[in-house]
């Protein structure tokens, strides 16, 4: 009988894997957009409070950010150009420059790498500005792939953001573990499937995480291997 490898004979597929949000797990972006937004926003008249924040939204696209901060604060959300830019200089000078991996992902990421479970980054950002992110924090080198969705909407990523991205990386039937800062990410992940582990910031931290296998407020605060035990039983 032949040893011989097939050619043509495929891998065999993986049933578990760990997903995580690429600039608000890994690097705690929702910061730096606070502090961008909150200064873009002053030439409109509006001090832009935590709270305020929180209660528009917060959505990953700039100019939807924005334009949400304004209506919530009775604004006219016209003319916003330069505050777009404002913002989106300050998020691409982060990425590139300021960025650091959250320690505590960067255990979990270690510990589910020896496990040989595949690792995905999603992300909300550019295609250029999220690779100088992966470059920036090491995660290409820690065995993570860039997970860029065909389309996000203003509020991302909700359930069918989720059943997109997991068809892409066709992890569709894995069982998933999934690394969440918000109420949005986490109930849209749930609904496609996935067991969450809720990271809030304190933008997120008021919100419902409800059905989240954890809610924690540092991955530090739970070593590698409980978090895996709970969700990523092989």
Known sequence: MSTDVKKNEKKPRATHALIFELEYVAAKKRQVEFEAIQGAVKSKGV???????????????SRAAITDVLKHAGKKADAIEKAVAEVDKA???????????????????????????????????????????????????LGVELLIPDEVKASFPRADSWLKML??????DATLVAIVSSQTACKGALTAGAACIAVPDEYTAYQDFSGAKMVLESLNDVKPKEILDLTLRM
Do not use: H, N, Q, W
């Open 47 to 61: 001090e832009l409070t935590p709270v305020l924040f929180s209660r528009s939204g917060m959505s990953p696209l």
């Open 91 to 141: 998020v691409l000078a982060y990425c590139e420059g300021a960025a650091e991996l959250d320690k505590g992902l960067e255990k979990l990421i270690k510990a589910t790498k020896e496990m040989a479970i595949p690792m995905f980054a999603f992300t909300a950002l550019p295609v250029d500005v999220a690779k100088k992110l992966m470059d920036r924090l090491g995660l290409s080198e």
């Open 167 to 172: 068809k892409k990386c066709d992890k569709e």
